[in-house]
């Protein structure tokens, strides 16, 4: 099966309970053939949850959902060793955690501690867990989705530059147009639990393989480092990055887009990367990997802004 058909299959298996959204699980789609994690940001009730649920069902792949509170904790990510009773000799028996799961949903990342927030880390970074000196491997694929609510920032805890850096994308979830919300309205959620595996997680894998094989030109590299580079301020004479960055991408992001372009390009039917492959994945690339000054935040510019400024001063140059 072409990876092509791979996408068409599960966005059409997916439309009977998520209207629209197509850009969103097309990028859903792109971070699972990397083997990456994305955050997704958006108001309440524009199905975050859902779509992440849906996706996980049409690939069968194991979905839990972790609810991140205040007063969460590491072991109740992670899992915890517990003495085990039933046996003559007691002895402690490892727990596993929610984070033992395919696709691990962390709704609401932004409202747990730091501590808790660094669970993840180890997990994203290695897909393994290291729980009082004992090490132990996560399912294959794994995957983290986080959400995050962008209007309500009361008790909060922001992620922290490295943590941000370690997902692949930022994804927005913006409102369904007039005609998509209609649509919506006849949806009953309960077809959520009737959708169908229609593609095996070994193909899922297969997919991930074959993004290696995908060629990049040198041409197509100079861009990518070219964009990322004069996203900082040491680094550019860009004057726009100068006055409203403190803080620009650093490697991992080339890296990121590299890898993402690749995956973009396999999707769109081609094994080879072009400039366009590039372009439809800068921004949820980049946008959460470029730190504003205050200068910044008080006219109201916004990472997307500056990425589309040095997106086009970059074509000039090269």
Excluded at 218 to 238: A, L
Aim: glycine share 4%; aromatic share 8%.
């Amino acid at each position: 099966m072409k990876p092509i058909e791979v996408f068409d299959k599960i966005k059409k298996e997916i439309s009977k309970v998520i209207v629209g959204n197509e850009k969103t699980l097309k990028f859903l789609f792109l971070n699972m053939v990397c083997g990456g994690h994305s955050i997704i940001e958006g108001v309440p009730g524009l199905a975050k949850t859902m779509i992440v649920n849906a996706l996980a069902k049409t690939l069968s792949l194991e979905f839990n959902r972790i609810q991140f509170t205040p007063d969460l904790m590491p072991s109740d990510i992670t899992g915890t060793e517990v003495i085990d009773f039933t046996k003559d000799k007691k002895e402690f028996t490892f727990l596993k955690g929610p984070i033992f799961a395919n696709i691990v949903l962390a709704d609401e990342i932004n409202r747990t501690p730091p501590k808790t927030q660094s669970a993840l880390l180890q997990a994203m970074q290695e897909k393994k867990v290291t729980i009082l000196g004992k090490t132990y491997e996560l399912p294959e694929p794994f995957f983290v989705f986080a959400t995050q609510n962008p209007i309500e920032y009361q008790g909060t805890y922001p992620l922290p530059e490295a943590q941000l850096d370690r997902f692949l994308f930022k994804i927005d979830l913006n409102y369904p147009s007039r005609e998509e919300e209609k649509l919506i309205l006849s949806i009953c959620q309960e077809e959520l639990y009737n959708l169908k595996e229609v593609v095996k997680k070994k193909d899922l894998i297969s997919l991930q393989s074959k993004v290696k094989e995908v060629y990049v030109a040198d041409k197509v590299k100079e861009y990518i480092v070219e964009i990322t580079r004069n996203s900082r301020p040491p680094e550019t004479d860009f004057s726009i990055v100068k006055e409203f960055i403190s803080w620009g991408a650093g490697p991992r992001a080339s890296q990121m887009l590299f890898v993402a372009g690749r995956a973009n390009a396999l999707i769109n039917g081609k094994d080879f990367v072009d400039k366009i492959d590039i372009d439809e994945v800068i921004l949820p690339v980049l946008k959460h990997r470029i730190f504003l000054n205050y200068r910044a935040t008080s006219e109201h510019i916004r990472p997307e802004d500056i990425i589309l400024e040095i997106k086009k001063e970059v074509e000039k140059r090269i």
